[in-house]
Structure formats: structure tokens, C-alpha cells
């Protein structure tokens, strides 16, 4: 748009607001805003402006329904088409396959794919959705029998983090009573395999390894672990055929609402700001159409952007609501997307971070969040074989994209949509952390001492 043009309908904007009445004004106010915000977009030469993207029915889908929702593919000329899928393998097929453009996916799906675990292809991603947002939800039975174990504060309520030494003697019990243990999660692939896993295994309780033979990953497992999709996961709580679950948003908070479990940790607390779900593409997709990658990601920043500034969660939680989103009730989405978050019915508390889509770099694809699951597909025997150090680097780099966020961000920063302080200064690697349930340190670059330091699990 020229300058000259864009002036001209601002000042009639303008005029218009002072004369029409307040619903008039409401309506032209935001026109001015659009037009305003479609001013300083560089739009790029979009190769494939018609797209469809995928789903699951998760609140963490929150920056694709954002993106379409406030226009920020639209400013970008895109015109797209954002569809619910029925479960991660479907969404993982129809990307590979070319029936989806791109997906909101689990951040090991790419990973696996690249590493020989499961379908392989060769797919890319230049964007991570947010940080936290799963919880680890046990069965009311459970919760009772784990609750004389935990200790509590002067109010009587439980101290968080819950350590699952308090869950091992109710594992011991049910094993005596002839019951295997049996928990769901999501995906083999998924964060919260490895969370679940890692929540179990820093308290000494064996979660399984894979296997050639053992595709379950139940070699030597003292609880049985088992695939649901994320919607069915309270359901299959509440007919006993799981006794807890690890999951993301809002299906712990479902469990409380309906009153059928009681989350007892978050993965804020397993591994505090850990990576959660990616947007996906495919190597080839971004190869034969690398302005519209870029353009991609620009509206999905955006759409981090906003949804981590204060004021914005409500109307998020609106939108999440919808139908063609999560679907699921107001009530039961603002209770982690607000800053809270409900464990024992009517024990509600403050968690600022348990759902975060902006702060602390949380849309850059860091190498070292990659390699974490990486390190972990290799302890529970999803890699079967030792790699070198060098193959861990290597391999997440084809895989993490950090080249295209960049020039999707230093694209906002040139329309003034982010501040330049917003790019983080990396190799792609963050600082060794401890931030762990267990307190172990994480060292990205040494991902062989990192897999030796654990009791239970491959050793290389």
C-alpha cells in the first residue's frame, strides 16, 4: 500500500469514528487496526498461499487457531484451512503423505521419523508451539491410596512436586493383589512417554524398555504403559482399563471437573520450561516452498506473541472453545490457560508458566530440546543401537530449523511486530540445566554422559 493511500484511509477512518455512534466506532476502530497491522507486513512471493494444516484437540493447539483467528495468516497472504485429527499417527501419515501441508505435532514425531523409529521421512520443523502444559492425572482409587504417602503443608494440603515414590508401595499393592499396573499416554513418540517414563524411573520404578520383539516397550516393566488419544484418555480412566494417564490440556483438568482423578503432577515440575508440541513439515514441502515456510512462521510467532500478552488468555480460551478447536467447556480450559491449575477437586493453584507459547525464547527449535528426546529414544530402546556424540548433533540439525525462524523474525522485527531482543543469541543450544524432578543435569552436548548417568535404562 502506498503511503500517500494509507494516510488518506486513516484520516477517513478517523472521521468516521468521530461521527458514527459507539457500535459504528467499535467496528471502525478495528478496520483502522487491520489496516494499520497490514501496512508494515513485508509480504513475501508466496509459493503456496492455499494450505491446509492439522490438529489434535489440544489447548497447546492454541497458535494455529490464533493465527487464523486475528488474522495473522491473512496479513501474511495466506488462506488457510486449520483441521481436528483423529489421533497422532493420522496427523504424522497425512503430512508425510502431502494431505496436510503442515501440523501441530509432538516434538519427538519429527524427530523419530529422522531417527528410523516408526514411519521414516524426512520432515522439518522451524517452529515450537509452547512450553509445559501436560499434567500426570491418577485414578481417585489411586489418589487415595498414594495420599497417606505424601507429605503435606500446615493447611494439610500436599506439597508439590509429588515424586512417584509416593505412587511405588500402590504399584507394590496392586502387583500383590495379582493386578499388572496399567497407565495410558499418548503417543510412543510423545513427550509424555518420556515424561511418564522419567517421572517413574527417578523414583526407581521401571517403566519398560523397547524392544525388536517388545514393540510395547513393557521389557522388564513394573508399570504397563499404553497408547489413548488425548479426548478418551478421562473416559478410559473412568471404565479402569488405565489407573492414570499423562497428558496435555485440558483432559487432566476434565478428569477433576468430572471428578473421576486427580492430577498429581505437572510436567512443569518433571522438567521446568520443557519443549511440548512442534509445527511440522515436510523437507520437501519447505525445499520447493521456502517463502511461504517463512511466511508460516511469521504468522505463528504472532500468534505466540499474543497469546503470552497479558489480557489476551480469556479470549483465547473463547476461541479454544469453539467446536472446530478443542471443544471443550470455558471452564474446564481456563483452569491451566489463566495461570492456574486445579490438582484435588477445589485445591486450585497459581502456575503462572504451565502454559507458555511466547516467553523464554519459546517458539525457537533449540537443538539441545531435540537432542533431550533424542537421549531419551535411545534409554528406553527406541534407537537400538549406541550413537556417537557427533550423530546426536548431526542428527537434530536436519531435523531443527532454526534458519527459518530467523528470517521469520527478523522479518517482524523489521515491521516492528517483535522487539530485536525477542531473537535469542544462540548456537542452538541452551545452558546445561538441572532443572529436573530428579535434579539430574543436562548437558546437550554430552548426550552419551547424560544417557550413562540414569540407574535404569540403556547404558552406551
Not at 11 to 27: M, N, Q, R, S
Not at 162 to 180: N, Q, R, T
Not at 219 to 228: H, Q, W
Amino acid at each position: 500500500m502506498k503511503t500517500t493511500t494509507f494516510k488518506t484511509l486513516v484520516l477517513f477512518a478517523l472521521v468516521l469514528i468521530t461521527a458514527c455512534g459507539t457500535e459504528t466506532k467499535k467496528k471502525t476502530e478495528e478496520v483502522v487496526e487491520k489496516t494499520i497491522t497490514e501496512s508494515k507486513t513485508k509480504k513475501l512471493d508466496i509459493e503456496k498461499p492455499q494450505l491446509t494444516f492439522g490438529f489434535i484437540k489440544l489447548t497447546d493447539m492454541a497458535p494455529l487457531a490464533i493465527a487464523k483467528e486475528k488474522g495473522f495468516f491473512e496479513d501474511e497472504g495466506l488462506f488457510v484451512s486449520v483441521e481436528a485429527q483423529s489421533n497422532w499417527k493420522n496427523i504424522l501419515d497425512r503430512v508425510i503423505d502431502g494431505q496436510l501441508d503442515g501440523s501441530h505435532m509432538l516434538a519427538g514425531q519429527p524427530i523419530a521419523a529422522g531417527a528410523g523409529f516408526g514411519r521414516q521421512a524426512e520432515l522439518v520443523t522451524a517452529f515450537s508451539m509452547d512450553l509445559n502444559g501436560n499434567g500426570i492425572t491418577v485414578s481417585n482409587d489411586v489418589w487415595s491410596k498414594m495420599k497417606p504417602n505424601i507429605p503435606v503443608d500446615g493447611e494439610g494440603k500436599p506439597i508439590h512436586p509429588i515424586k512417584a515414590d509416593a505412587l511405588k508401595p500402590v504399584i507394590e499393592g496392586y502387583k500383590a493383589s495379582g493386578k499388572a499396573f496399567k497407565m495410558g499416554m499418548v503417543f510412543p513418540v510423545s513427550t509424555h512417554n518420556y515424561e511418564i517414563r522419567y517421572w517413574l524411573a527417578a523414583a526407581g520404578i521401571h517403566p519398560g524398555i523397547y524392544t525388536k520383539e517388545n514393540i510395547q516397550g513393557q521389557v522388564d516393566a513394573e508399570v504397563l504403559l499404553s497408547v489413548t488419544p488425548p479426548p478418551q484418555m478421562p473416559a478410559t480412566l473412568e471404565a479402569g482399563t488405565i489407573y492414570g494417564y499423562c497428558v496435555g490440556e485440558p483432559w487432566n483438568q476434565q478428569a477433576v471437573f468430572k471428578g473421576i482423578g486427580v492430577p498429581v503432577v505437572t510436567n512443569y515440575d518433571i522438567w521446568k520450561n520443557n519443549p511440548e508440541k512442534v509445527f511440522v513439515m515436510t523437507k520437501k514441502f519447505v525445499e520447493e516452498n521456502p517463502n511461504t515456510a517463512v511466511a508460516v512462521t511469521k504468522a505463528l510467532i504472532r500468534a505466540g506473541k499474543w497469546l503470552d500478552t497479558p489480557g489476551n488468555r480469556a479470549e483465547a480460551v473463547k476461541i479454544l472453545s469453539m467446536s472446530q478447536y478443542v471443544g471443550a467447556d470455558e471452564v474446564v480450559l481456563a483452569n491451566s490457560m489463566t495461570g492456574t491449575f486445579e490438582y484435588e477437586k477445589g485445591d486450585k493453584r497459581e502456575m503462572p508458566d504451565f502454559n507458555v507459547f511466547y516467553r523464554y525464547n519459546a517458539t525457537y527449535p533449540f537443538y539441545s530440546d531435540g537432542v533431550w528426546f533424542l537421549t531419551q529414544m535411545r534409554r528406553w530402546g527406541q534407537i537400538p543401537e549406541a550413537k556417537s556424540a557427533e550423530w546426536y548433533d548431526s542428527k537434530i540439525k536436519e531435523i531443527y530449523r532454526p534458519d527459518i525462524w530467523k528470517k521469520a523474525a527478523d522479518l517482524l522485527v523489521a515491521e516492528g511486530q517483535i522487539p530485536s531482543t525477542d531473537i535469542p543469541t544462540t548456537d542452538g543450544y541452551k545452558a546445561v540445566t538441572d532443572e529436573f524432578i530428579d535434579g539430574k543435569s543436562y548437558n546437550a552436548k554430552d548426550p552419551i554422559g547424560y544417557i550413562n548417568s540414569f540407574k535404569i535404562g540403556n547404558k552406551d
